[in-house]
């Protein structure tokens, strides 16, 4: 029986290492360590055409944030196990299998104080990413292996030109509920952006 604890130790708590490698044999699962993905932190996709089930993560997370996304790409591939495409992706049933699959993680204490205190904030009721949380986004931004100083949407003041990673070029607008309404100057498009977006600022005449 093939064991992957050795390799996911690189990434996540060593003490985590040897469950996850487990969910992969027992699952079969295809998993993947992959190149940072400013859209997504990983993803999961459903056995198809006889491919197997496969997750991806991104490599650069810090250790408490890929064993997070694990257990969320984990919870999608349990969920499709019981009920394939018949309930929503993120519905109580994903949100009942993240929260089982987080336990024994919680158990062995692999993950420091702040950021168990926050993800359990976090599990009353987990949305789609961790990233959509803004607590415990910032708790784990913390320990990060360089901790820098990152700007984002919401520490800019209104009408402040900044681009994305990806280069594209926005001015920040009026707040709609969660998210800033940020025009794109080169097409004078509207988007709605995440106000811990990571941005840089754009200097003006």
């Keep these: 029986m093939p064991d992957f604890s050795q ?39 459903a056995p198809f055409q006889g491919q197997t089930h496969q997750i991806s993560v991104n490599h650069d997370l810090n250790p408490y944030a890929f064993l997070i996304t694990t257990v969320h790409e984990f919870a999608h591939l349990k969920t499709w196990t019981q009920y394939k495409d018949r309930v929503k992706p993120h519905g109580k049933e994903w949100k009942n299998n993240f929260k089982e699959l987080m336990t024994p993680f919680f158990k062995l204490q692999v993950l420091p104080h702040d950021v168990t205190m926050a993800l359990l904030q976090y599990m009353d009721n987990p949305a789609a990413s961790s990233c959509t949380d803004l607590n415990l ?61 990571e941005v840089i600022p754009v200097p003006t005449p």
């Design 7 to 45: 390799s996911l130790s690189k990434y996540m708590p060593e003490a985590a290492a040897p469950i996850v490698s487990q969910w992969i044999v027992d699952t079969k699962c295809r998993f993947r360590v992959a190149k940072s993905r400013s859209s997504k932190l990983g993803d999961y996709r």
């Design 137 to 197: 986004y910032r708790t784990l931004k913390k320990h990060d292996v360089v901790a820098s100083e990152f700007i984002t949407v919401e520490s800019i003041p209104t009408e402040s030109v900044f681009s994305l990673k990806n280069g594209r070029v926005f001015q920040k607008k009026e707040k709609l509920r969660k998210r800033f309404k940020c025009m794109e100057l080169s097409t004078g498009k509207y988007y709605l952006i995440h106000p811990i977006a």
